[in-house]
């Protein structure tokens, strides 16, 4: 948080002024698992009343998309303006009013690539929550290689027939519509013959098949496209071209990864290890852990500093779309470190795998989860590649 000379910024004294007074209590701390946050969409449920109420407030304030323009749903908050509601938030615990791949995912490539018709339409739709998204990138074929795709799009006149699987569409079977990569050319350079569509999830010939994790649970699905009808205005950005898009989205899909992240809920490292071990005078009970936990923490700053930095150097036109990749990379590192100080810490309580409310009944699943943290949306080894291609400058055979 910056120092403000004088006492608050006035923003920042209106914004936490009235996050104290209309945040629920209930909304305020842990997350504790994906049921308990709002995704809106057409089958979408509150998971409680006070969860409706902070979707409701914060959508009458403009805050489900705080910085969006609002001609499309958005509050029309600057970016300084933004970073201060979300550091208020964190101050207070806040826990998202709408959990949405709309709004982390499809509606910044959205902003930047769709037709005004489409934004509009789609943008308006995931603030009110209309529309759960699901992402439609890997295939069983084509992990790393995103640009080996081969799920076909072929015009037909009026509309495109497309044909296909995807793998490891998160939450597919719960979803509305999926923001899909399809080949729509097959001739010359692989990444030039990609298009970027929009389906709807309840054409007929899409079908979704679960994908269990060693966790014992997942969110994964395949996902099958048999003839299914896509109407030609669902084509997002120019034909063929694709593959901008797809490298634009994935660079928030890094960062939204990468922030310890939005995919597995932050947890208190801290909280979770003291009330596990004890402390004396202030001071965590085993020495090693408290040296490792004090760097796990000093990394973390360090962290939340550099992403900082990278904001106000993108404020200057010095932006670096490969600095996600490093996000990506550091921050799902980050994630797996944390998990193995908790489990540490906790011992034997921490192995539990059963659903019960006991309160370290979570942490092996969540264990177990960080490690595909490291996979999902590129590999770590697929990040250190493009760190050292594009940031390092150094030469990659």
Known sequence: MENEIGGLNPF?????????????LTMRGQ???????????????????????WFERMHAKG????????????GG????EHKILMEEMARLRCKPPLFSFGLAMLGPALLKFASETQKEHYLNDIVNAKIRWCQGYSEPNAGSDLAGLQMKAEDKGDHYLVNGSKIWTSFGDLADW????????SEGKKQDGISFMLIDMQSEGTATRP??????????????FNDVKVPKENLVGELNKGWTIA??????????IGGIGETDEKLNVLEIVNDAIGSVNGKLNDTILRTALARHEMNREIFALTIDRAIDEAKAGNDSGALSSLFKYYGTELNVEAMELIMSASGSDALMMDDS???????????????????????????LNIISKNILGLPIK
């Open 247 to 256: 490298k634009y989205l994935l660079t928030h899909e890094r960062q939204m």
């Open 178 to 185: 999926i923001f899909c990569l399809v080949r729509t050319n």
């Open 31 to 53: 997350i504790k698992d994906v049921n308990d946050l709002y995704w809106g969409g057409r089958q979408g449920a509150f998971p409680s009343d006070d969860h409706k109420v």
């Open 63 to 74: 805050w489900i998309a705080p910085h969006w323009d609002k001609k499309y749903g958005g």
């Open 211 to 224: 994908i269990r994790l060693i966790s014992g649970k997942s969110p994964f699905t395949e996902t099958f």
């Open 77 to 80: 908050l600057s970016d300084r």
């Open 12 to 24: 920042r004294k209106e914004t936490r002024t009235w996050l104290e007074e209309n945040c629920p």
């Open 357 to 383: 409310a006991d309160k370290h009944a979570f942490l092996a699943r969540r264990f177990l989860r960080s490690k595909g943290n490291t996979i999902e949306g590129g590999t770590s080894e697929v990040q």
